[in-house]
Nanobody, 124 residues
Framework: QVQLVESGGGLVQPGGSLRLSCAASGRTFSSYVMGWFRQTPGKEREFVAAIDWRGVNRWYADSVKGRFTISRDNATNTLYLQMNTLEPEDTSVYYC?????????????????WGQGTQVTVSS
């Protein structure tokens, strides 16, 4: 099993940056596909980014491509999301997720393990 804990959320002005972290427990983290999703009240959970177990292949939602970067450090069992040029539309609760076998990386139901979420608010 893997337990996930996000951190790094907060309030930032439009155009600013934040880096989210997701600390994973368990020895299987390095073999998992990991992803970031976000959800605002009244909306479905939305795919943001994903990364394969080696950190070689990365995928992004069109809305964040060129602004966000997903990365991982398997030595420390940590997943990151660097968010630059933030927009008010990025305001949401951000969740990290992981699983060993993920066939469709942008579908939340493919991921068995989830963190509790961290709030990101982009506002002036």
């Amino acid at each position: 099993q893997v337990q996930l804990v996000e951190s790094g959320g907060g309030l930032v002005q439009p155009g600013g940056s934040l880096r989210l972290s997701c600390a994973a427990s368990g020895r299987t983290f390095s073999s998992y596909v990991m992803g970031w999703f976000r959800q605002t009240p009244g909306k479905e959970r939305e795919f943001v980014a994903a990364i394969d177990w080696r950190g070689v292949n990365r995928w992004y939602a069109d809305s964040v491509k060129g602004r966000f970067t997903i990365s991982r450090d398997n030595a420390t069992n940590t997943l990151y999301l660097q968010m630059n040029t933030l927009e008010p539309e990025d305001t949401s609760v951000y969740y990290c997720a992981g699983d060993r076998d993920v066939r469709s990386i942008s579908y939340s139901y493919e991921y068995h393990y989830w963190g509790q979420g961290t709030q990101v608010t982009v506002s002036s």
